[in-house]
């Protein structure tokens, strides 16, 4: 078992910065591809970003492309997404998830989450 759980989010106005913390727990973090997701009220959970277990690589939607940045620290069980340049169009709940192996971009991919935390840009 993996425990997951998201901080950081919060109300920004557009154009504003926010970084999200995932903090893990349990299993060895350093054996698991991390990733983030973000659910819109009425829409399907979406792929966001994603980093490989040793962190060498990483992979974003389009959406996000220049303005997020994954990273983490496996000698403290955190993976990080910082987000700038944020847009009303960013506002969900963002969740942290990990998976065994590579990085994938499905959530139907990944065996762990976290309970989320929501970000709110204003316009």
């Known amino acids: 078992q993996v425990q997951l759980v998201e901080s950081g989010g919060g109300l920004v106005q557009a154009g504003g910065s926010l970084r999200l913390s995932c903090a893990a727990s349990?299993?060895?973090?350093?054996?698991?591809?991390m990733a983030w997701f973000r659910q819109a009220p009425g829409k399907e959970r979406e792929f966001v970003a994603a980093?490989?277990?040793?962190?060498?690589?990483?992979d974003y939607a389009d959406s996000v492309k220049g303005r997020f940045t994954v990273s983490r620290d496996n000698a403290k069980n955190t993976v990080d997404l910082r987000m700038n340049n944020l847009k009303p169009e960013d506002t969900a709940v963002y969740y942290c998830?990990?998976?065994?192996?590579?990085?994938?971009?499905?959530?139907?991919?990944?065996?762990?989450w976290g309970q989320g935390t929501q970000v709110t840009v204003s316009s």
């Open positions: 998830a990990a998976r065994q192996g590579s990085r994938r971009v499905s959530p139907s991919r990944y065996d762990y």
């Open positions: 980093i490989t277990s040793i962190g060498d690589s990483t």
């Open positions: 349990g299993r060895t973090f350093s054996n698991y591809a």
